[in-house]
């Protein structure tokens, strides 16, 4: 009987720490910033509009 009690004693304080232990587990939260690329877009948009202007101005001259 003692043995008995003494093996349902190690069971549950097994089961305590274990749920115990699960319960513990740490998070990280890692913040990041986000990524900005505005340059070279910006660069490529500009490019292709002075050369349709360019190419513009030059079939109509006396558009300006």
């Known amino acids: 009987m003692i043995r008995r009690f003494r093996s349902l004693a190690m069971l549950a304080a097994y089961a305590a720490v274990t749920a115990g232990a699960a319960a513990c587990a740490p998070t990280v939260h890692v913040k990041v910033d986000p990524i900005t690329i505005y340059a070279k877009l910006d660069a490529d948009v500009r490019l292709r509009l002075d050369e349709d202007v360019k ?6 001259p006396d558009l300006f």
């Open 55 to 60: 190419a513009l101005i030059q079939k109509n």
